[in-house]
C-alpha cells in the first residue's frame, strides 16, 4: 500500500487543502493552522472491515489503512496499542452512575498513551530520512519519543520544562535521548524546541505542528471503538492539555462509526485542571483561545497556551460532548479511586479524567443511568511524588509483635 489512502491535508483554521508535501502547518495561517489528514474512506472500506481486523495482530498497527504509512516502512519492534478496557462496577458505584470502563492506557511501552503518537512519529522521520528527532513535552511524549528513537536507532534531542517529573526525566536519559531542560515553562521548552527545529532542520515531533502525531493518537479511537463495539458508552472521557489526544481519540470513533464497525457514537467529555483550563474557557465562551497561567499537579496536562485547542473544541462540539474544570484535590482523589476501586495506577493527569467525569456526574451533565469509558493515559509511576500525597504514608514500628497489634487494633484490623 502506497499513501494513496490518503486524499489530502486540510487547515482547521482557513480549511486551505495541501497534498501530502506540505509537512508542518498552513504556510497562510503559520503556527494557528494545523493541519488535518483525511483519507479516502471509500478505499479504507475495501480493506478494513470487522472480518479482517478479526486476523490481524493485536497492536495499533492493526489499522493501517488509516494512518499515514505506507507498506514499505519499516515499524519499531515495539508492541504499542490495544491495551485493556476494564469494566469497574465499584467506581461506577461510587461515582453514581450506570457503568464505567477504564482503558489503561500506561500500559504501553514507555507507559502512556504517547508511545501511539511516537511510534508513527519515528517512522516518518525515518521515511525522510532523518537522522534527529525532536520535540518538547512535559514529560510523557519525550519519554516515548526517546523509547521510539532508541527502537529505531534515531538520534533524540528534547526539550522539557524545569519541572518535568524525575521518573519521567530518568526514562529520557536511559534512553539515551539528549535532555534540555529548559529553565522555565512548557510554554518556554516548546518555543525553544521549534526554534532549534528551524535553525538545524530536525525532524519535529511536536503534535502542535505536525499532523501526522494525531493520527498515530487517533488509535485509541479506532481501538475504543472497535473494542466496545455495540456497546459503546454514552461518553468517552479524556483529560486534555494541548488538545491533540481528545480530538484524534474522535477522529477515530469516528471514522470507527463510518465504517461501520461500532453503530453509536459516545460524547466527549474533556477534563482540564482550573489551573491551567484555556481550553475550557474558549469552549464556554465560544470565543478564540486566550492563552492562561498553568498551574495544576497534573504536569501533563500544565498547558497555558495548546496548540490544538481548535481540534479538540470541534471534536467535543461534533460529538455533543462537554468540558469541565477539576481541582488539583479531585485529581488526587481520583488516583485513589481508581487504583483502590480498579486497581488502576494512573499518574494525575490520567486520572484527572476520572476526576471529571466524576465532577460532570455532579454537575448533572452525565445522568446517573449514563455509562463512560475513561481514559487513563499515563502510568502511576511517571511520578511517584504525587502518588504519594495521594496515597499516604507506611506505618514504621520496630519488629515487635505487641507494637505490632497496636497498630492494627488503632487500624481496625483485628
Ligand atoms: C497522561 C496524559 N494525559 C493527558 C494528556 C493530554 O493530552 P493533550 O496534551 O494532547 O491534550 C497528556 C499529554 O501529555 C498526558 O501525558
Redesign the pocket.
Known sequence: MTLQHITQLRCVKCHAIYGLEQQYTCPTCGLDGVLDIEYNYDLVAKTLTKASLAEREHNHWRYRELLPISDSVTLPHLQVGWTPIYHAPRVAQAIDVKDVYIKDDGRNPTA???DRASSVGVVKAVEQGAKIIACA?????ASSLAGFSAALGLKSIIFVPERAPEPKITQLLIFGATVIRVQGSYEDAWWFCQRACERWGWYNRN?AVNPYLVEG?KTAGLEIAEQMSDNMPNWVV?????????AGAWKGIWEMHKLGITPRLPKMLGVQAIGASPIVTAFRNQTDLVSSSAETIAD??C?GE?R?WRK?IKAIEDSNGEMIQITDEEILEAMRLAARSAAVFG?P??VAALAGLKRARQAGVVKAKESALVVI??NGLKDVQTARQAAGSPISIEPNMDKLEQVLAREKLI
Open positions: 502512556s498513551f504517547k513535552s512535559t514529560g510523557n511524549a503534535a493518537k479524556f483529560s486534555v492539555g494541548d488538545g491533540c489526544t481528545i501533563s496536562i498547558v495548546p490544538n479538540a499518574e493527569a490520567g493515559a499515563g
